[in-house]
């Protein structure tokens, strides 16, 4: 899809509207038409602001806050410090939460190795053996740092920018601000992996608001692939209606519901009728996307041996590639299973194992398609983990504790520098030393890739102007940009 | 796409002619204002640059003030005027807004008005909205009621004409919609249209303010505001019962309880000298929003957004402006400073209860309550209750006396071994009688109430809404730009709030509660924002019928179904809400209302009609929130495993056939039959919904299980039916579902349809079967005609005008 058919549908919409209703109406009139109603006051919009390095972005989204310490944030000197209290110079009185307050804080180094891998010598941690041969691909950043210290609402704060839960997400922003990139899709596609092999312990809840419009026209929230039945809810006819029937009862609606266009005259009727049709087209569209059988065995071969299970991140990773085909603008993934408060040996090889091949696949594919240059992938969690141990401490047995001041995410395509290391902890990943990166920077970051000036993409609400950022000080971090 | 979105965002101005007439500086000039300068040059006094407010005209930052020889605005001159100067001038270093600032430039109209209105003197004006409206006077060029009047004379200033009176079958399914959510039956529509007396609408009218589903249809738009729901909303998203509170709103709404007392209950009804049951109820408005469970997060930082959260509440829903953003700083838009907002939160701060849900031992984790609660127990539960409370008490009684006397038996092994088993007897007797207690309390309903501690807690500005950074500390006031209370001695409470929101004087309360009356009947508020009637809220279309209507509000007693009566009655109300290309052309919106209002229904209305019209619907009030069918696995796909409750079981029997506003409200995962058409999560106070029409949409109406099963059922009654002529039959279908009789053309499709069907199902009988479940068609009728019928009714059910209001 691309935006000459965009342009071209909008033509025809118009010309059959103003065909059929007989009205030489004004843009607003065909306007609300096609874009609805919506509490929200349309602003004029003038985006993109600038040219845009990325068309559409995946956010791998590791919900329940992975180790940094353990995966990204490399330090070779913490094993020295194996069970020693980690000094209050270093720790500065930070709040904790209620499960460690009033504990002793004693170091807990990382049992993983790291190795220089690639050309840039970015640092991989061994349980990423995939990935680390996409090591010169991706920006690793590891001065991320957020506010909240408890998951729901900092998972709020990274899907939304706000941790007070109502405000529209990443992905409806997008749609928002950059409409619709093909006719038979959404925008802001969620999937949600059905299971992982971290333990389910643990289990973080996840809310639809992470994925919500907010004040938004709601046309623009995320539509949640489900991992069972049909992908889309009430996707398929139900038994006893197969698409013969279902399209001769659309053929009798349809011309009823002209007959009484022509009497009542709102064009609300004529959306009534386009999103029937609509409807009919996603039941082939949709099905089509999710259906696997075209993917040659290599393809397969690549995403790993999971890629075959229902609901897998790997299957979903696969399923992002095709839909980034298809022109969806907004691709989000959840993987849940990194709450890694104890035994986190047991987890960590089994989480890594779910989403290293599929992201280095991820990766692969759409570059050997020509659609890595300009497709974001943005891969983090809501928060990092401490460096203290929590509950048993061993070297080969421990567990970590909520930690907001530091985290590591990585980042890849769409225009952003790989290859590259960001930012910077001290001794003991706790505190941002260098190059820090907030939320906000990296959502004001991603809206810059996507031609977006984060200040200007507002819509006034509840008597603010309300954006992604918020109002407190973001800046775009150009030293990741290539 | 530039281009594109630009034509998509273009939106006709409402007034356009302001330019030509008078400048009025709240419709015309504030909200330039308030939109381009007050971030730099408003009410809030940490960010304003060089001394300088616009937002009032005196006062040493004033407007009108004189600094270092420059006027920002000189009433009458544009050259005098410094603000003229800078918003015309070509100079990059000196235009306003700064370029190189997120606000877009002035527009040329904008300029023109702002010019206008310079030269005009720069006059400015109190907030409309903050100012007691008074009674206006009727316009006497026209005729009607007095809605009429102001609408009427409106439209002759636009010059377009009112539009005739809708037809009876329009009339009395929109009337029966708008008041009761359900829509009119066959014999209620024949005997409407048979009634030719001058009353027959208005006995209409009052057979539908006497309903029992008024209150449930009311209750609706009231569980939006204040963010009903069965679940705390965060962490593990427990169960947490408040179906009495929703009750108590459906019963107010019937007995047609004065909405002032309706404020007071839920603002302070507990605090009646002997507080009711309802009073006590009401009060549960305090325990609705999210809260979090025990576990992971620091008491004092739950206990801080509890309380925000409940002044946000009381700002959207009774005072109409949105306070969210004093939480961190001064408003920029509005005088609202954050010393207001916490001078409100101390009424909130001091309720005796922990801020977080806890423990999953005990019968209220299981009831889904939270101390403090009461229990809504009937005399005869009462004795039972006091019995099971005896007996627990006397096995305890019991097992310490055994336990006192196992350590006086002395050595002696046989008695020793004795005692033991009269120990464990002891014991397990105790449990069950604990059990039998708890297992008896389950089923009685309760009501999480509001209880003041005995000391207030102190209340503090906190500095960018950090609870941890308190700063000044405030006591209990309401916000200094909005008129003091009057007549307190002493400490203020809760109670002196709630009499100061619903004072004749408040200039607030009435107007934003009659705008979301109007609102629901016509689709749209005489104020757009009905959430914002603070500055960046917009202007009210009809300015005069709103202070009308709100003073008539309060005239009346606060009676609700007389002002419900009052609009249904006018003649505005009553147009038919068909557009000819001119008037669409020139009211989109219909914002004039030169014709009557077209909107599709919310979701729960379209449920209920489905329920309703095929004769399955329970019409059972009150009780429990119930679980009608939903997909499979939603909820495990966001949730817990260990959240209470983590599996979504639906409900059967005539349970799944209540009405919507008694299902179940999972905040994290609400049913997708609603959600799909546009009803909030309930995790935030929404004063109206928007209306979308999406795929989405479509295709839950066309492949809803239940919905394709009423269908079923209307066919199958139909069919049953001594009607023996199919266009006869179709006819009885089509009206029972939308009100009205097919034409001659459409019942000719429907002919077609079904005769095509029938020949599609006869070739293939499997699926006949498969669509009705192989249950047994009405008598003398074929399995593959049947299935032909549903698909003929759930055509029916899927027009536009049958999920249309109009």
Redesign the interface.
């Known amino acids: 899809m691309n935006e000459s058919i965009i342009n071209e549908n909008w033509r025809l919409a118009r010309r059959q509207f103003l065909k059929t209703s007989g009205m030489g109406l004004g843009a607003s009139v065909l306007g609300s038409l096609m874009q609805q109603s919506s509490a929200a006051e349309e602003a004029v919009l003038d985006v993109p602001h600038r040219p845009q390095r990325a068309k559409r972005v995946i956010f791998l989204f590791m919900a329940g806050a992975p180790s940094q310490v353990d995966l990204f944030d490399y330090k070779p000197e913490l094993d020295k410090q194996f069970r020693k209290p980690l000094p209050p110079s270093v720790s500065m009185g930070q709040r904790v939460t209620a499960m460690t307050q009033g504990r002793e804080q004693l170091v807990a180094p990382s049992m993983y190795k790291f190795h220089p891998q690639g050309e840039s010598g970015n640092y991989m941690c061994e349980l990423f053996p995939f990935l680390s041969q996409t090591a010169d691909d991706l920006c690793i950043v590891n001065s991320l740092n957020t506010n909240a210290i408890n998951h729901d609402p900092a998972k709020t704060f990274v899907c939304t920018g706000a941790e007070i839960p109502g405000r529209p997400s990443m992905g409806a922003w997008l749609s928002y601000g950059l409409g619709s990139m093909n006719r038979d899709l959404p925008d802001f596609v969620v999937l949600n992996s059905a299971f992982w092999t971290g333990g389910m312990r643990n289990t973080q809840a996840l809310y639809s608001r992470l994925w919500g419009s907010g004040p938004l026209p709601s046309k623009h929230q995320g539509v949640k692939f489900q991992t069972a039945g049909d992908p889309v809810l009430f996707l398929s006819n139900p038994k006893g209606i197969d698409s013969g029937i279902r399209r001769r009862m659309l053929d009798t609606a349809r011309a009823v519901n002209q007959q009484h266009f022509s009497t009542i005259g709102d064009p609300e009727i004529e959306t009534t009728i386009a999103q029937q049709e609509m409807a009919f087209r996603m039941q082939s569209s949709v099905p089509e996307l999710t259906d696997l059988a075209g993917e040659p065995k290599h393809i397969l071969d690549l995403y790993g041996p999971e890629v075959t299970k229902q609901g897998s991140f790997a299957r979903n990773c696969l399923l992002a590639r095709r839909m980034v085909e298809r022109g969806v603008r907004f691709i989000q993934l959840f993987h849940r299973g990194w709450d890694h408060h104890t035994i986190l040996p047991k987890q960590m090889p089994g989480q890594c194992y779910d989403i290293d091949q599929p992201c280095a696949a991820l990766i692969d594919d759409l570059k050997q398609r020509g659609l890595f240059e300009d497709t974001l992938i943005v891969c983090a969690g809501e928060f990092g983990r401490t460096v203290y141990g929590q509950g048993t401490l061993k070297r080969d047995d421990y567990g970590r504790d909520h930690h907001p001041r530091c985290f590591s995410g990585w980042l890849a395509g769409g225009g952003i520098k790989g290859g590259l290391t960001y930012g910077e902890t001290d001794d003991f990943s706790y505190n941002v030393v260098k190059d820090p990166v907030t939320v906000r920077d990296l959502h004001a970051t991603m809206l810059h890739q996507l031609g977006i000036d984060h200040e200007r993409l507002s819509i006034p609400y509840q008597g603010l102007d309300l954006r992604l950022t918020g109002v407190e000080p973001t800046r775009v971090i150009h030293e990741i940009l290539s | ?2 281009s ?9 101005p409402l007034v356009a002619s302001a330019v030509y007439g008078e400048v009025r500086f709240d419709r015309d000039i504030r909200p330039i204002l308030a ?1 381009r300068c007050f971030q730099c040059h408003g009410p809030a006094d940490a960010d304003r640059e060089a001394d300088l407010r616009l937002d009032q005209a005196e006062g040493t930052d004033g407007a009108y003030r004189e600094s270092a020889g420059t006027i920002a605005i000189q009433p009458g001159s544009l050259e005098q005027s410094e603000v003229w100067t800078r918003i015309t001038s070509r100079d990059p270093d000196l235009v306003m807004p700064p370029l190189q600032g ?1 606000k ?1 430039p002035l527009s040329a109209s904008e300029i023109a008005m702002l010019k206008k209105w310079i030269e005009q003197g720069a006059p400015y004006e109190d907030f409309w909205a903050f100012v007691p409206p008074t009674a206006p006077k009727f316009p006497q060029d026209v005729q009607g009621t007095p809605i009429d009047r102001f609408v009427l004379r409106k439209l002759k200033a636009e010059g377009l004409d009112p539009s005739p009176r809708a037809d009876k079958r329009t009339l009395i399914r929109r009337v029966t919609f708008d008041l009761t959510g359900l829509p009119p039956t066959r014999e209620e529509i024949h005997a409407f249209i048979e009634d030719d007396s001058l009353e027959a609408y208005e006995n209409v009218v009052d057979r539908l303010l006497q309903s029992p589903h008024f209150g449930e249809h009311l209750a609706k738009f009231w569980l939006d505001l204040v963010r009903f729901a069965d679940t705390n ?5 427990h169960y947490r019962d408040l179906s009495s509170y929703r009750d108590w709103v459906i019963r107010s709404f019937n007995a047609n309880l004065p909405y002032d007392d309706f404020t007071r209950y839920q603002l302070a009804g507990d605090l009646y000298p002997e507080p009711t049951r309802d009073q006590l109820i009401a009060s549960g408005f305090h325990r609705l929003h ?1 809260i ?1 469970d025990r ?5 004092e930082e739950s206990f801080t957004r509890n309380v925000l959260d409940r002044v946000t509440s009381v700002g959207t829903a009774f005072l109409g ?2 306070v ?2 004093v939480v ?2 001064d ?4 005088p609202m400073t954050m010393k207001d907002f916490y001078s409100l939160s101390a009424f909130f701060n001091n309720i005796d209860a922990a801020p977080e849900t806890g423990g999953r031992n005990g019968s209220d984790f299981l009831r889904g309550l939270q101390t403090p609660y009461i229990n809504l127990t009937d005399q005869r539960q009462e004795a039972r209750l006091a019995e099971l409370d005896a007996q627990v008490d006397g096995a305890t009684v019991e097992l310490e006396r055994l336990k006192k006397s196992r350590q006086e038996v002395g050595e002696d092994e046989e008695k020793k071994a004795e005692m033991e088993t009269l120990l464990k007897d002891g014991e397990k007797h105790l449990n069950e009688a604990t059990q039998a207690r708890n297992d008896y309390l389950i089923t009685i309903p309760a009501a999480m109430v509001m209880k003041e501690r005995s000391d207030q807690r102190p209340a503090h500005v906190l500095i960018r809404g950090a609870y ?1 950074h308190p700063g000044e500390q405030v006591s209990r006031d309401t916000p200094k730009f909005l008129p003091p209370m009057k007549n307190v001695q002493g400490e203020k409470n809760r109670m002196d709030l709630a009499n100061w929101f619903v004072d004749p004087e408040h200039p607030l309360t009435a107007r934003v509660t009659v705008n979301r009356f109007w609102q629901q009947l016509f689709g749209v508020g005489i104020v757009k ?1 009905s ?2 009637f ?5 202007w009210p279309t009809h300015p005069d019928l709103l202070d009308y209507l709100a003073v008539r509000f309060v005239d009346s007693g606060w009676d609700v179904k007389g002002l419900m009566r009052e609009i249904v009655l006018s003649d505005t109300y009553q147009q038919s ?5 001119k008037v ?2 020139q009211d ?2 219909n914002r004039l209302l030169a014709r009557g209002s ?1 909107f ?1 229904m919310d979701s729960e209305m379209i449920r209920d009609q489905i329920l309703s019209s095929s004769g399955l619907l329970n019409p059972e009030l009150f009780g429990k929130s119930v679980k009608p069918p939903q ?4 909820w495990k ?7 209470y409750p983590a599996v979504f079981v639906a409900d059967e029997g005539d349970k799944i056939l209540r009405r919507s506003i008694y299902t179940f409200w999972k ?4 049913p ?1 039959q609603m ?2 058409l ?1 009803a909030p ?1 309930r ?2 106070c929404t004063t ?13 109406l ?4 239940e919905y ?1 099963r009423a269908a079923r059922q209307l066919a199958f009654n139909v069919l049953a039916a001594p009607e023996s002529s199919s266009p006869g039959q179709i006819d009885v279908i089509v009206e029972t579902v939308t009100s009205h009789l097919p ?1 001659p ?2 019942r000719q ?2 002919l ?2 079904v005769t ?2 029938s020949a ?2 006869l070739s ?1 009988p499997e ?6 479940e192989n249950e047994t068609p009405p008598e003398g009728v074929t399995m593959p005609e049947w ?1 032909a019928w549903t ?2 009714t ?2 029916i059910y ?4 049958t ?2 209001r ?1």
Not at chain 2, 295 to 299: C, E, I, R, W
Not at chain 2, 331 to 334: A, I, M, R, T, V
Not at chain 2, 667 to 670: K, L, Y
Request: net charge negative; glycine share 6%.
């Open positions: 796409m530039k594109m979105n630009v034509l998509f965002f273009v939106s006709l939109d997120s877009p909303g965060i962490h593990h998203d999210l979090i576990g992971t997060a620091l008491p402006i949105t969210q953003c961190c700083h408003h920029k838009y509005d941890d924002t959430e914002d603070g500055a960046q809220g917009e809400s068909y557009a000819t290309p669409f052309q989109p919106q077209r599709r997909p499979d696995g939603l796909a966001v949730g817990m495993p260990s959240s905040r994290g995962m609400p997708p959600t799909i546009n999560s995790e935030v109206r919904r928007e209306r979308t029409n999406t795929p989405l949409q479509a295709l839950l066309l492949n809803e299980p394709l034409t053309s459409e499709n429907y077609k349809l095509d069907l599609l199902y293939a699926l006949a079967e498969e669509l009705c299935a698909m003929l759930s055509t899927n027009l536009d005008v999920k249309t109009q």
